[in-house]
């Protein structure tokens, strides 16, 4: 389908936006008139420079406050209009968004907003163009998609259309179903967002928190299925007010806005079929979600003090790597990758996430289709070829077959180190990444659409210098999980650890081997173990014996959790946990606790 | 008034936080339960801490989920209950807050609750403490504290009072005049926030978004009077969710915190009399609102490009300072200082605000009552001695009497200059200064607690890279407006730009005085002019007259607004407005052009 963004959603002058769009693979844009009234360019101009570009200009948006006024005010609408209509011609746009009046409407009369419509689409058939009205959320008297259209019928003109705006009505918890009613030839345009489920006022959430689509938590799969069955063959078209994005580099943001439609239009693609379209919805490779993770990698100049750590955690070396300066440890099912190639100065830092997926081959053409970056890695003859790709927060994500109940098929490239004997870690449960906030949501839709992780619902933990958002995006079984923290805002976000949490059904085990090979737990406060005591009611002997290991424990209805933290190395630490019944959490108190005992007055910088 | 804070309002550890409690002059602190269990501090190193320091420990919070629960359930608020009551005696607090349930309440019956928190209250005898209830404003059952006080008044044990909350009651609306049908002695303990007006969520308005009193929208001085006049004798507390507080200086966040309940002492003494109270609140110096901007200073290395500026506005050199590398530029009324003293290396920034107020002496006095940090200037005999505070922006804020028809007294100590011929300038309209996100509410507080400036419904300003928070605060006349701006997280705020609107009753004419000059306007671009013909129907020769010259127009109903800028040197640039009839803005369309025509690609970092 064709793919069109308002200029709005995105940084930068009306020039630079253009750019970006056609560079990200848009067809077209809406042109925002503030964009427009603010750039140096002439209309002229600005038609040159799309031509060049390839890109069609698909809408001018928007025209405020025309109808439902008094006939005394109307004249001034007109004359506004006219001027409006004229730019459209220099501009070459063949189609004005009309909001429904927020400021100055006085007459609740659908009759009346029907006439001026009506009136407003003689004067723009005149002029070659057309209007599309659009009920806003918060207009005066209009604020329903559905009366918008009874409206529109009303006026009965050609020139006049409606526009559908899924933000307007998925806010207002209006059914989109009603949508299959409107004859596709009067749905002029489609404006596309999604937002984060919010309760706040419709205007603030409009104007600050949109998002798009995949990265909230709107079903724009089934509000774009209406609109496609009622016949709608114009473009989809991003509208997407958002703090974040308008001040974010402008490049970035139009990819991940146009992978965002990708992926809408796969999710539709895939849930009807369309062949009857004249121009259908594209679909991609299927989504496979990872069965497990592979590995991970940590990069340093010197990562000796990660080995010693791993060895501490059980884990065994399991030799060099045959052409690269990396080294491998595992123990049972988790896998560390130690890698000082490229590395110099660098401390120790998580470099890269393996996932096992069913076919790397179909998923790296998703990922690819979707147009996530690639990582190139020199690859020798003899060696596995594994694709990756970078995430918006800097991961390296490789993408692997399953591992044989042996090992990876991966692993024998490394050579010269010995099989491990133990195997009291039963894999790695989560992975914990830093996500600076320019690019938290980017985030969100990079994992979901690349490899079906779905959002849970976020959570803030305290820490002595800020809150720190955490969002655990997982695969539906639980196999993989990823937490993305966003640290506040005073932080040097690089400063801010990363880490690998391993899992395990007996950590008073591993804790107990880590400790007699000399690691050093996280220094837990006595005070928690007092506060843990009085929470659940346990045995002073038995708290005791968790202080003495640096455990950390927590419940819920089904479920209980304990873990330990190791010291951090540079920017990476790891974590060991034990999961019984159905706890499903990451202990949330803990995680507070953990960031108390991590904080030096110098990680803050401000 | 005794004050207190609680430690969850601060940043750092909760050693840090009790250090800057004591530092900041608060006499005691509520120990925010999490603050303690993440300390390695032991209750009784807390305890030997709060000794040294003179600080009081007054509360220990919060106590959730005790009362309308099962029996059984019961059983284990009362093992929780005990082992927090043990630790409060090796705290040495009296007093422990018990919030109304949330999460597992499932009897909804006043009778209930009053029995559970009776026996909770048998059981704080026991240990010789005491359980102040409140109701939280997200209570399952219990959501207001009429409520909760009829619960307390039900459970009638001398260990069983409440905790009143003005966030909790007036972020629901509910009348606080009811308070003072509870006896003082029945309220155990008062916690005080303010907030910003916001429609959202109870809770997360709660958690993210509190504030110190006088920085938010809420009426405490007619809730502490209530709550005075009930014969409540405690201390006044505050307790402050705020995202940027948690992670900002401690030091300085607690000195804001201090200086808002000073303000608030004094908001409420100056309006009722409180001879009986045994501890009445302390009245400050009264506030004196300025009349006038007295001066602007700009300081840099070398402002000779900001001299050559101002001589092309119209301004005269009036002399060189007699002791200090100084010189002032004068037109009517307006003064600007161009200072090159201690500015090494500076390019051209706004450093010193001067407003004119009725008694110097008295407004000193009362901003170092706020405790404002004091400004020294080195000031010789036979000079006049204006007193000056820093701002929480930088900005040095001094106070000097109203300048006689002539000219202000400090005039004289300018020499060699000449004065000025014609006066087209009628003085300064307003001053932007740039907020760092840091310090925003504390600025806000300044200029309203130091100087009675109000703060206005605050604006957005869209610039090519973010948007731009803007709150303006003036005087009740208008006779001086500051607008503090608030840059998009990813600017670097030092390239922020500040300015100075000089006001004028000709701004044509003071235009074209300057373009004579060789001033050339800010670049106003054509699309600007066409849409401004379309918005306020102007002919087209009046439209071109204004492109001619760089002037911009708004227009709203009472009034309009002519003016121009020029452009920028270092952080600084100027303005001249001119106001006809009612007009109260600033042109916030004209704002977002003007951002975009000062837009260069380098001023964004992230």
Known sequence: MRTSIATVCLSGTLTDKLQAAANAGFDGVEIFEPDLVASQASPEEV?????????????????????????????????????????????????????????????DDDDVSASQLRRLGEEAAAHGVRIAYEALAWGRFVDDYRRAWRIVELADHESVGTCLDSFHILSRGHDP??????????????????????????????????????????????????VLRAGYEGPLSLEVFNDIFRQTDVARTALQARRSLIWLEDLVASTSAWESAPDPPTSLPAVA????????????????????????????????????????WTEGPAR????EQHARDRTPTMAAVGFEVADPTASAARARALRAPAVYRRTLANEQELPAFRAPDGTEVFLGPPASSADAAWVPEFEGGHGGPSALLTGIDHVNLAAPWQCFDEAVLFYSSLLGLAAE??????????????????????????????????????????????????VEAVARRAVDRGLVPLAIPQNYYDDLMARFDLAATEVEAMAALGLLHDRDASGDFTHFYTATIGGIFFEVVQRRGGYEGYGATDAGVRLAAQHRPGLASH
């Open 289 to 328: 979600e990872p069965s497990a993770f592979d590995f991970v990698e940590v990069r340093a100049d010197d990562t000796g003090e990660v080995d010693v750590l791993l060895g501490q955690l059980g884990f065994t070396f399991r030799g060099r790597h045959r052409s690269k300066d990396a080294r491998l």
């Open 336 to 339: 560390v990758v130690c890698n």
């Open 177 to 226: 179903a009603a949508i299959e009613e409107i004859p596709g030839s009067k749905i002029f345009f489609l404006q596309l967002a999604d937002a984060p489920l919010l309760t706040m006022d419709v205007l603030s959430w409009s104007r600050h928190h949109r998002l798009f689509p995949g990265e909230g938590g709107f079903d724009l799969g089934a509000f774009l299925g209406h």
């Open 47 to 107: 038609v040159a420079l799309a031509a060049r570009l390839g890109l069609t200009l698909d809408l001018y948006q928007p025209f405020r406050d025309a109808d439902g006024v008094t006939e005394a005010e109307f004249e001034g609408v007109l004359r506004r209009a006219r001027a409006k209509f004229a730019l459209m011609q220099r501009l070459g746009i063949g189609t004005m968004l009309v909001c429904s009046n927020v400021a100055t409407a006085t007459i």
């Open 457 to 506: 619902s976020s959570q803030e933990v305290p820490a002595p210098n800020g809150l720190v958002r955490s969002q655990v995006v997982r695969s539906a079984s639980g196999s993989c999980r990823l937490a993305l923290n966003v640290a506040p805002l005073a932080w040097d976000a690089s400063g801010f650890p990363q880490h690998v949490a391993f899992s395990t059904d007996d």
